[in-house]
């Protein structure tokens, strides 16, 4: 039962179009994240919010933003997407020092 | 900075055998969770341990936290095909408990029937 939801679930997107990945979650979470992961590869924060309007860049350098207007949806952008963008992007969300609970992520292709 | 060694990076075996997977900090940690991820899904939370010496079961998963807190393993007893997939550690990143998480390279385990 997911209780945090990834739209879309995958994406094949022309090189320089825009795209923004959805992320939201029921569950009242104040913290949400986003990880940039590659196949059999280890996870990279990217993005990451403790609360609404409050958002900061990870560890990953990443030409991506993200806003937080409300504390359930956590969208990701890409203004201009280019094959290098390819990869999976998790979304996840925690209370506290709880573990977190990510989405399916959505399987991004840019040709 | 906090630096996270996952070893070993592969782990093949057959189905019955005992694996073990260990996650080494080279500072003290906090505390430290740890996640599964299946082949094509999403990591999912297995396990949280704070406390020195700490050691968790879960039917067949063994989880330890070291007394110096800067070393965990994973330790699956008899596994099955259904454990094949990517365990990860995770500590905290920057010492706070309440914060964002680094992960480990993470094993990936194959078990083969």
């Known amino acids: 039962e997911a209780d945090i939801y990834q739209t879309p679930r995958y994406l094949v997107i022309g090189t320089g179009k825009k795209i923004t990945l959805e992320c939201s979650q029921t569950m009242g979470h104040d913290k949400m994240y986003w990880y940039q992961q590659d196949p059999g590869m280890e996870l990279h924060l990217i993005h990451y919010?403790?609360?609404?309007?409050?958002?900061e860049k990870g560890d990953l350098s990443s030409e991506s933003t993200v806003s937080r207007i409300r504390t359930e949806h956590f969208p990701l952008t890409l203004e201009s997407a280019r094959p290098s963008h390819t990869s999976q992007y998790l979304c996840?969300?925690?209370?506290?020092?709880?573990?977190?609970?990510f989405g399916s992520g959505t399987r991004l292709t840019v040709v | 900075g906090q630096q996270v060694m996952q070893i070993p990076q592969y782990q093949h075996v057959q189905e019955g055998e005992d694996f073990t997977t260990y996650c080494n900090s080279s500072?003290?940690?906090?505390?430290i969770q740890w996640y599964k991820q299946r082949p094509g899904g999403h990591p999912v939370f297995l396990i949280q341990?704070?406390?020195?010496?700490e050691v968790k079961k879960q039917k067949r998963l063994t989880f330890q936290f070291g007394e110096a807190k800067k070393n965990s393993s994973l330790h699956i007893t008899a596994t099955q095909t259904t454990d094949v997939g990517t365990y990860f550690c995770a500590p905290p990143a920057g010492g706070t408990s309440y914060g964002k998480l680094t992960f480990g390279q993470g094993t990936i385990l194959t078990v083969h029937p």
């Open positions: 341990l704070v406390k020195s010496g």
């Open positions: 919010s403790y609360g609404v309007n409050s958002t």
């Open positions: 996840a969300s925690r209370r506290g020092a709880d573990g977190y609970t």
């Open positions: 500072t003290t940690l906090s505390n």
